[in-house]
């Protein structure tokens, strides 16, 4: 089963926001942003740019209809700034005019007299000045110092991991059409119905009933588009305003320069084996780069903080993090949300203590793999853990204690060139690690012709989300796919949304609409069952769209029974609602149980380095993948390959650089993700046979992020490949450019 | 007036040449499969087809960045969209692409589509390396590019049979469902066509491919009179004689790149003008363009450097031959004053004994700009003396360098040498931090790739 809109998107027929005929009279709109990454803004001068040819408007907070404000978890971000200044690229005001080229020129017009302040850009430095966001968080399990005392080796040292941009194809963008009565239509490229709903509401200080949020698929999302509501209530805010349809589209280097990233990290970590190779101890102190507002980073702070203890059996731990307010654009969430920056250190933190002990990071990995039983640091004892079998199973398809042999071998025989291997487990939590979210509704109509509509709050952008839930509604109800169609996200129809995102975006959404198919399933075999006079209404079934009375074949097809119920007056229509059971978690304790369950994978990276140039290739990837019963093992191979390959361009080559001001230097000149000739001629997958899960939907997995971890063993074949030449530095940052490969060989000292 | 075919449909238009074919199909065309995302050719997304008449009366395809592509240089060309790809049913490539799962979230899609089809339409060896040359510009975020490269190898599996005789390849193509049959149609229809001349005006701005222009200024493009090379015939060659190639000054990198001269003379280029740019913008960025443009880090001007070139410039009434070493002044600063084109680039052939090599590290090993490329000639007596040495460095100045190095000349190369030479490059080097990298390590890095030079073409005996 195929993700259907591949159909269209190979004519170029499927519509993305630009795609979608201008509406007649349609404006443009761009936003006037900060120069400045701090600053007091003494005056700001629009009359010019408001006069300038083709202008409709020039709108700065004062102009903003409702609540100046798009903060997502805190309410600290304006729409529009005031009087101050936090970041480069923050808007400040918005052009709005009769073309794209008009709008363009008068934002040259726009005067803004900001008096500079000093600025901070480093995560460290901001938390030693008690700039940061929300509160520090922290937990200690067990027994640290009695833990450390008895450790044979202990690993120490500082780590960092890089920012990453989306870089998704379809950039930040809406069109807004205001209709009669004061409501406004939205349509927009955006992961988070419900929020921006609400979002769009507040700005224009209109009720939410006026407001319908549509959105039909995206051009890429992973994150970057689930806390963004600037580029969606600044267009809304004009076409309310004016009264005119108007569009805001962000242009690349734009987007690059002023959207959020995948934040940086910093870290200190602290790892105690003891004789055996058995972790002890684990401390680890998380420096987030989150940027000059919350935006959603506390919330991808508290997932790095659930999973830093990545696959592993840790039972003496602390763990703190802080959210660090920097002066850059606020940071995001992107795919892993967190997860691949606290899995990261720990991956690192092992390497090292392998090192130390003489022995290789996966026979030190082997050892301390989770297993049913463990508990987790915030209290979860595990069952149905499936990290062994993965590894196992690695360990099988990869012939991984060959492979090493035949690296030590290669590396013995050469010097100018040196092969590395890097193995990584998975362990990731599915559910929104925040509590609430984990609801979703879907609202199913029959129609008499027997045609579905299925909505949900789900967001298609590409990972086959509407796919999975048009097979869940066809098996549920019986019928064959082709009469389900997935109906575009939209708030009037499905109201109060959760965010696509956490990798749950068929997991509920598809729950949910199990749910509704199978209230109209009973309905309509109740109704069956008397219309066609059944002795024993338990006999009458729903197969391959026909109607099944006891052993014999179709005596009704589906759209007959559709018609036939519908003027029996039976309802075809049914609204379900799913929430995640059994969920909970403790901010204070930092104890509880906030994953419905954990999709568990290992793979194995090799690369080729050239030391005399710094340059590498990746020369294989395996995986293995527990996606639990697939309900689509193409999508899911789709979403594995995809999300390693982007891991693997966080590790390796994607870089943002910044000007000592805080400007953004790094364009889509220098922004580079892997291409088609960079992934290895060797990509493997394995999806874990027998893999059953209760805890969602016809027992499949979630698949969005997971996999995206194993991005981790390209850095870590790196820094293999790279210790076998010398060992007298640190272990390098993340990515591990090829500029970073080549000084960590060449230059005297790291960084010098 | 620009006249050209966009898909099946005649189209004469008044809006400006310099407004670029990605803007003109989706805004005044309203054909919205071509995508916008990145408006710098860095992408793909917005990949079209350009098929142009050839000296023989058919047509030729390629496939280009319609971000950067003005109308004028389709002047009198056949332009294809996905819309003009598929009528009822899908074509191979869009068949084969969905039958791999090659495409997520779809917006990259369209032109993966295009490229492909362009290879199927113009590659003569239809190779799987052939096909992922083809898209090495095409850049995907979803799908970690497994399923499109199953798609591509599927695609090569399907075409293996094609008849490639030039007289019978278009009527292959179209029955094996690559494009559809109107296609046949074009060589005539386009011979119908009269394209304007190029413009002669005195501030007429020169357009030698554009890559580099649309990028820079295309705005200030839309409102100037615009002079595109593309229309210049007579500068389209290359040809060797027994001292020198010469190379028109309207060549594109790729025609460069594949000509039968340069194989013959210089086969190392083949591969190394591969690493220039993706071939959705060889097909258009010319030589002498690439030249003009003046980036401190090019690797045509390094390579070029190197096997010291000469530039033919033709002004008004006027000739004269400036070494490409004398070429620059400053940043971005040339020794081409207005009204004046670089016509022809001369490059003399590899003298008795030389060899040349090129070196180039970047942050992604494709399709990127080089932290530091170096390309060298090296002349060498029977008894390993050298006798001429040309070496230039990129990223490590405002200006393309050629390094002096005359003081090596007469010494053996060997261990020493090559160390003295890496470290005297090393201290010419005077690099800056930037987005390619940190000072430090372009210079570090110059003196490795000088080692390089000698170390890997001696062992890989990559005299050419």
Known sequence: MKNEDMLMHVRG?????????????????????????????????????????????????????????????????????????????????????????????????????????????????????????????ERVTGDLAGAFAKCKYVAQGRLASGPQEHFYFETQRALAVPGEHDTIKVHASAQSPGAFHHHLAEVLGIPMHKVELDIRRLGGGFGGKESTAVWITAPAMAAFLLKRPVKLALERNEDIATTGKRHAYEYDYKLGLDAEGKILAYEIDLYQHAGACADISPAVLGRSFLHVSGSYRIPNMRVSGVS????????????????????????????????????????????????????????????GVNAGRCWETLEKT??????????????????????????????????????????????????????????????????????????????????????????????????????????????????????????????????????????????VSICDGAVCVGEKGPVMNWEKLAAA???????????????????????????????????????????????????????????????????????????????????????????????????????????????????????????????????AVCNSKAIGEPPLVHGIGAYLALVDALRSVRKDKPIP????????????LHAPEEGK | MTSFILNEQLVRTEEHPGMVVLEFVRDVKCLSGTKEACREGECGACTVLVGSRQPDGSVAYKACASCLLPLGDVDGCHVVTVEGLSGADLTLVQQLIVEHSASQCGFCTPGIVLSLTAFALGDKKLSYEGAVNALDGNICRCTGYVAIRNAA??????????????????????????????????????????????????????????????????????????CFLSKRSDLDYVTADWNFLRVGGAVTIEEFRLSEPVRKYFPALEGDFLLHSSAILRNKATLAGNIVNASPIGDATIILLALDARLVITGAGSQREVPLAKFYLGYKKTDLACGELVSEIVIPLLPKGARYHFEKVSNRATLDIAAVNSAVRVTTAPDGVITDLRLSAGGVGAVPLLLNLDSFKGRKVDAATIEALAKAAESEAKPIDDIRGSAAYKKLLLGQLVCAHFTRAAAAGEAV
């Not at chain 1, 309410?75 to 009769?98: C, M, N, R, T, W």
């Not at chain 1, 594995?640 to 889509?668: F, H, K, N, S």
Request: one cysteine or more; hydrophobic letters at 40%.
């Open chain 1, 13 to 137: 027929t499927s519509r993305f926001i630009d795609d979608i005929p201008a509406p007649e009279g349609c404006l443009h709109a761009v936003l006037f942003t900060s120069p400045v990454a701090r600053g007091k803004i003494k005056s700001l001068d629009v009359s010019k740019a408001s006069a300038a040819p083709g202008v409709a408007a020039v709108y700065t907070h004062k102009d903003v209809p409702g609540l100046n404000q798009v903060g997502h978890i805190m309410k600290d971000q304006p729409l529009l700034a005031v009087d101050s200044v936090e970041y480069i690229g923050q808007p400040i005001a918005l052009v709005v005019a009769e073309s794209l080229r008009a709008a363009r020129r008068a934002l040259k017009l726009i005067a803004a007299d900001i008096e500079p302040l000093e600025a901070v850009f480093s995560p460290r430095e901001a938390a030693a000045k008690g700039l940061i966001h929300g509160k520090r968080r």
């Open chain 1, 324 to 383: 660090c307010r920097t002066n850059i654009p606020p940071n995001n969430a992107f795919r892993g949300f967190g997860v691949p920056q606290g899995t990261f250190a720990i991956e690192a933190a092992l390497t090292h203590a392998a090192e130390l002990m003489g022995v290789t990071p996966e026979d030190l990995k082997r050892r301390n793999l989770l297993r049913d039983g463990d508990t987790l640091p915030y209290g979860v004892k595990l069952e």
């Open chain 1, 398 to 539: 990869s012939g991984l204690a060959a492979r090493r042999a035949a690296v030590s071998a290669y590396n013995k025989e050469h010097a100018d060139t040196k092969k590395g291997l890097g193995v990584v487990p998975v362990c990731f939590g599915i559910s929104f690690a925040q509590t609430a979210l984990n609801q979703a509704s879907a609202l199913v109509n029959i129609y008499v012709d027997g045609s579905v509509a299925v909505s949900t709050g789900a967001v298609e952008m590409g990972q086959g989300v509407n796919a999975k839930i048009r097979i869940v509604a066809a098996r549920t109800l019986g019928i064959p796919l082709h009469w389900v169609r997935v109906d575009t996200t939209n708030t009037s129809r499905i109201p109060n949304a959760s965010p696509t995102s956490a990798s749950t975006g068929a997991d509920l959404n598809g729950m949910a609409t199990k749910y509704a198919c199978e209230k109209l399933r009973a309905r309509l075999l109740e109704f069956a069952a008397r219309h066609l006079s059944c002795d024993d209404p338990a006999g």
């Open chain 1, 565 to 695: 119920a519908q003027w029996a007056r039976v309802d075809l229509s049914e609204h379900a609602f799913y929430a995640t059971p059994n969920l909970h978690y403790n901010m204070e304790t930092e104890q509880g149980r906030p994953f419905a369950y954990y999709s568990y994978g290992a793979s194995l990276t090799e690369v080729k380095l050239d030391c005399v140039r710094g340059t590498y290739t990746v020369e294989a990837v395996e995986v293995v993948q527990d996606v639990g019963e697939s309900l689509s093992a193409e999508i899911d191979l789709g979403q594995i390959q995809g999300a390693v390959v982007q891991g693997m361009g966080w590790a390796t080559m994607e870089q943002i650089r910044y000007a000592p001001d805080g400007r953004v230097l790094t364009g889509v000149s220098g922004y580079k993700v892997p291409d088609i000739k960079f992934v290895p001629a060797k990509f493997e997958v394995t999806l874990l046979k027998d893999s059953s899960n209760p805890y």
């Open chain 1, 733 to 744: 940052p993340l990515p591990v450019t090829p500029e970073r490969a080549f000084m960590y």
């Open chain 2, 153 to 226: 190898r599927a695609l090569c599996e399907s075409l293996a049979r094609i008849d490639a005789a030039p007289a019978k390849r278009l009527g292959e193509i179209v029955s094996a469902g690559i494009v559809p049959a109107y296609f046949k149609e074009i060589p005539a229809r386009l011979a119908q066509l009269k394209a304007e001349p190029a413009a002669t005006g005195k501030d007429a701005v020169l357009v030698a491919g554009g890559t580099d222009l649309f990028v820079q200024k295309p705005e200030q493009l839309m409102e100037s009179e615009l």
